[in-house]
């Protein structure tokens, strides 16, 4: 009896630690009053974050925290379907969120651009939408999606996460089995990618392939940079998950994405170098961003949302930047948003991509 009440007493205080901490973030007008309010706000955020900045550094970090939380404070008081947030980024400068988080697909090591390749077309019929369901979510049960990674602030690595994360959707859908898979060895053994220097999640579909399999993240854990070899045997005798192919996503349209995610998870190229984006808290994202893709994320499925004055339509979007970014590691993108780009918002129609998985009999479910 004791006990149960000492865990219940627990579970309250890890609650409302969680819950105060959420609260703690938001920026109210009088954290920006005066220099000492504002000292309290960055000391606040600094201990939810559990960062750590030698002294000099976080004297000139509380500059640039000062600015994020004006701007963000300001932005907020907006008429919009979504917020910024003083998130685990919100002492650095964009170009060094951007530098360390986005930038990582569509790069060469030398920084210039590399030309995007399309795969294999999806050559099925598109459906109408009426034919499609109204809302599509691959983390309800039972889930298949596995928890949001955190990339870590050197490796360019989202391309590898967003790829696992599609092979994870797919294994689980036709297995029922949900194992999170290696990034790092994507990211160690594909040299049809740059490691840390960037890639495109569907030529880490074509090694899985050609490779055999890829690992589970417990047997080849993820460590935030280049190990320098690959510590898979080739070919992999023993390979945990294996793919039979990977399929492109009829560009800029709708209800080809629709179709596709309705399907599984699939992988989908963004513009991340918007200050929008990288300072996303909650609500539908709706820009502005741009269309120049350089990272990637994988859509777990797409819905309705009635929390703003008229309903919004969106994309749910599984991201690697952990779950201090965003709706606890996701984001939702605008989908069917009247006067949207051709590609999308940020370009999230222009190139999608998916593994295929046949089921066990050798026959496509799909
Ligand atoms: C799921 O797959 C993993 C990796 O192959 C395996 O280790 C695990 O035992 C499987 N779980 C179940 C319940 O079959
Ligand atoms: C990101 O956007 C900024 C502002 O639009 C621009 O100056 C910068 O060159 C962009 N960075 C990259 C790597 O494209």
Redesign the pocket.
């Known amino acids: 009896m004791e006990r149960a009440l000492a865990i219940m007493l627990l579970v309250t205080i890890v609650l409302a630690a969680t819950t105060s901490g959420v609260i703690a973030m938001d920026i109210k007008h009088k954290d920006l009053a005066s220099e000492d309010s504002l000292q309290e706000l960055y000391e606040r955020w600094y201990e939810h974050y559990s960062v750590t900045r030698d002294l000099d550094d976080k004297a000139r970090r509380f500059k640039v925290f000062k600015e994020n939380a004006r701007m963000i404070h300001k932005f907020n008081q907006g008429d919009t379907p979504y917020k910024l947030s003083l998130n685990l980024f919100a002492d650095m400068t964009d170009?060094e969120v951007?530098r360390a988080y986005g930038?990582c697909s569509n790069i060469k090591s030398d920084g210039r651009k590399h030309r995007r390749r399309h795969g294999p077309f999806r050559r099925d019929a598109l459906v109408s939408r009426k034919g499609l369901p109204a809302s599509v979510d691959w983390r309800r049960g039972p889930s298949a999606v596995t928890s949001v990674k955190l990339q870590g602030t050197y490796c360019g690595s989202c391309w590898a996460f967003a790829a696992t994360a599609a092979v994870e959707g797919i294994n689980f859908i036709r297995t029922r089995n949900l194992t999170s898979l290696s990034a790092q060895q994507l990211v160690d053994c594909d040299k049809g990618n740059g490691g840390c220097n960037g890639g495109f999640a569907k030529l880490g579909f074509k090694y899985i392939m050609q490779s055999g399999g890829i690992e589970t993240e417990a047997k080849y854990p993820y460590v935030g940079h280049e190990n320098g070899h690959c510590s898979v045997p080739k070919p992999n005798r023993n390979p945990v998950v294996t793919i039979d192919g990977y399929k492109q996503v009829v560009p800029n349209e709708v209800v080809a994405l629709e179709q596709a995610v309705a399907t599984q998870p699939v992988v989908v190229g963004v513009d991340s170098?918007?200050t929008a984006l990288l300072r996303y808290g909650r609500g539908v994202f709706v820009g502005p961003c741009g269309t120049?893709l350089?990272h990637e994320m994988t859509v777990v499925g797409y819905g309705t949302s009635h929390e703003y004055k008229n309903p919004v339509r969106y994309w749910i979007v599984k991201n690697s930047w952990g779950t201090d970014w965003g709706e606890n590691g996701y984001i939702r993108i605008a989908r069917r948003l009247k006067g949207q780009p051709k590609g999308g918002i940020c370009g999230i129609l222009i190139d999608a991509s998916y593994p295929v998985k046949f089921s066990r009999k050798g026959t496509m479910i799909s």
């Open positions: 170009e951007h930038h170098n918007s120049n350089d």
